[in-house]
């Protein structure tokens, strides 16, 4: 079981609101991601960090800022929350493409919803 | 981006049937596939596996075919019980190098 954490898990808010979803991981893995997920449907990579002070964007546009000052931090935020935001959002870890196997470990994930 | 895509969208199954869930991927340098499951409410659970010098890999009920030469990938689970239920995603990457993932299969076990 991997030891990985989001909160909140649900979260009902009003447009123009600044929100943060928080990750984190107690392995020790040096990547972390975020993928927008929709219901039923594909996971979007939108950010990505390889390590401390790195961070990347994805392939997915998105409008929301990350940040990796800690190892076991990787937090979301969206400075001005609109309904098209309205979505599941899943943090993942990786310890890295170690012997040719990089497994991703999920959270449970934030299921957004801007009203 | 790569493609990846699954072959149905959803399965209906027996329980105690053998379940085939196919995914196709588009990058032919793509080396390292993994099938997730995801139960509703969660995020995707590991399952299994494969890198791209191997055709097969057995793991505990579950079972993942590679074939480079199609863009194929398969998963099989033995047994199918009712517990497997859930929406299954295969992934592809090059080196590990960001994921690609399908739009998954939901998978529906028939007490």
């Known amino acids: 079981e991997a030891d990985i954490y989001q909160t909140p898990r649900y979260l009902v808010i009003g447009t123009g609101k600044k929100i943060t979803l928080e990750c984190s991981q107690t392995m020790g893995h040096d990547k972390m991601y975020w993928y927008q997920q929709d219901p039923g449907m594909e996971l979007h990579l939108i950010h990505y960090s390889y390590g401390v002070n790195s961070t990347e964007k994805g392939d997915l546009s998105s409008e929301s800022t990350v940040s990796r000052i800690r190892t076991e931090h990787f937090p979301l935020t969206l400075e001005s929350a609109r309904p098209s935001h309205t979505s599941q959002y899943l943090c993942?870890?990786?310890?890295?493409?170690?012997?040719?196997?990089?497994?991703?470990?999920f959270g449970p994930g934030t299921r957004l919803t801007v009203l | 981006g790569e493609s990846v895509g699954l072959h149905l969208p959803t399965l209906s199954v027996q329980e105690g049937d053998n379940s085939i869930i196919n995914c196709a991927y588009s990058n032919s340098a793509s080396d390292y596939f993994i099938w997730y499951k995801q139960e509703s409410g969660k995020g995707p659970q590991f399952i299994i596996d494969?890198?791209?010098?191997?055709d097969k890999r057995q793991g505990q009920r579950v079972t993942v075919l590679l074939n480079k030469t199609v863009k194929h990938l398969s998963l099989q689970i033995a047994a199918t019980q009712p517990g497997d239920s859930a929406v299954y995603f295969c992934?592809?990457?090059?080196?590990?190098?960001?994921?690609?993932f399908g739009t998954g299969t939901s998978l529906t076990v028939i007490p």
């Open positions: 993942a870890s990786s310890e890295g493409y170690v012997r040719g196997i990089d497994t991703q470990y």
């Open positions: 992934a592809e990457s090059v080196r590990g190098n960001q994921f690609y």
């Open positions: 494969i890198r791209s010098n191997m």
